[in-house]
């Protein structure tokens, strides 16, 4: 396993991160997830994502009863804040309030005394930023977060935050979460340039396109039995993946993994995303550890020359369907 700095920060993580979204405290069963965070850390995985609101709590509660297990100063341990953990009107967004409250909450599930990076979920449009990172910047110094961050925040609302905080005198943001994958590709940009020059890494989510990028969804068959597309509560996170021609193109792209690199599609895709510089980061998920061992072999693939142009135009092909 091979480690980057998150953005300009001092902080290591691992190429490869494991997040429990739609998983941990649903769809996977403890063990079994306690058994993939297991294989992750012996694999060298030392970056671990979740979020306040996976399954309300439970999924924070299933990673933190696992890493216990293990020396705390051995991981890093994220999670979020930011969508609705109840129905008060405080109980949402990024205000001082919200921020103080679940970050507590938050604390008492995963069973540890700090948390490494604390990321906003989204940005919120009611509360001045210079709330927001005030709240944060607080938490960093009673030591109960050691960095925070953003999840899916734009170019101008990255670059509009790393300047408050450097004008307030605030501890700077270091990371950014977006969604990040062949197929969708917005960050490129501007999020990714306003990120490098502003010292943001970027610790990206969906780098499989929900399974897409596996190869497992086929154009003109029926969703496997299983699979998200095919489930009623989760499909709708794939849905947009699912369009015949961009199927037809991503079995273009497991034709080369398989015959010009004797490798899975999956280890093509996340291969491709750890080319860019600017991630610190790919997160995936896991319903077995099998399928995690199979993901981590794509830190041993290089792509280049022939392969990585016929991989642009195929990619090309997919921007234009999408437009």
Known sequence: MQYRRLGNSGLKVS???????????????D?????????????????????NVYNRGEAEKVVGR??????????????????????????????????????????????????????????????????????????????????????????????????????????APVSNQPIYNMIKRYIEKEVLPVSQREGIGQVVFSPLAQGVLTGKYKPKEKYPEGSRAAHEDIGKFVSGFLAEPILEQVERLEKIAHEEL??????????????QPGVSSAIVGASRPSQL?????????????????????????????KT
């Open 66 to 171: 696992t890493l216990r297990e293990f020396e705390r100063d051995s991981y890093v341990l994220a999670t979020k804040v930011y969508f609705p953990m109840g129905d008060g009107p405080n109980d949402k967004g990024l205000s001082r309030k919200h921020i103080m409250e679940q970050c507590d909450a938050s604390l008492k599930r995963l069973g540890v005394d700090y948390i490494d990076l604390y990321q906003c979920h989204r940005f919120d449009t009611e509360t001045p930023v210079e709330e927001t990172l005030m709240a944060l910047d607080d938490l960093v110094r009673q030591g109960k977060v050691l960095y925070y961050g953003f999840s899916e925040w734009s170019a101008a609302q990255i670059t509009d935050a790393v300047h408050t905080a450097k004008d307030r005198n605030l501890h």
């Open 15 to 29: 190429e490869i991160g494991l997040g429990s979204w739609l998983t941990y405290g649903s769809t996977v069963e």
């Open 293 to 321: 061992e199979e993901n981590l072999k794509a830190t041993e693939v290089e792509l280049g020359g022939d392969v990585f142009h016929e991989i642009e135009e195929i990619l090309k092909e997919i921007e234009a369907i």
């Open 31 to 51: 063990n079994n997830a306690a058994d993939i965070i297991r294989t992750a850390y012996e694999r060298g995985i030392n970056f671990f994502d979740t979020a």
């Open 262 to 275: 004797n490798i899975k599609l999956s280890q093509l895709a996340l291969a491709w995303i750890l080319r």
